[in-house]
């Protein structure tokens, strides 16, 4: 049986790498992105009150959960601060919402 030779390259050594983030520093951003998205859910409701732009029920302190913020154009990062992109609906709105863009898609055939 041959020995087996390994293709090792004596020339490169350590690689220099700049821009590495500390795990702290991770935590942080990811915390800063998870409190910016309760920070525009938040707003959503003080912007457009806490009732479901589809069926027009009402919410208050203690049914809230129940009222998601839609992104009318689907993008989750637009989040203007005047809450042009947004629409309080309840769950059961939202996932209406949701699933007739996705029977659209279907019956269309463009998936």
Known sequence: MKPRKFNVNKSRGPRKVENIKSIDEMIQGLQKTASSDEDYRERSLKIHGLICAKCGREFDHTNRHLLTVHHKDGNHHNNPPDGSNWENLCVY???????????????????
């Open 93 to 111: 709105c939202h996932e209406d919402e949701h699933s007739r863009s996705l029977l659209g898609d279907y019956l269309s055939g463009k998936k």
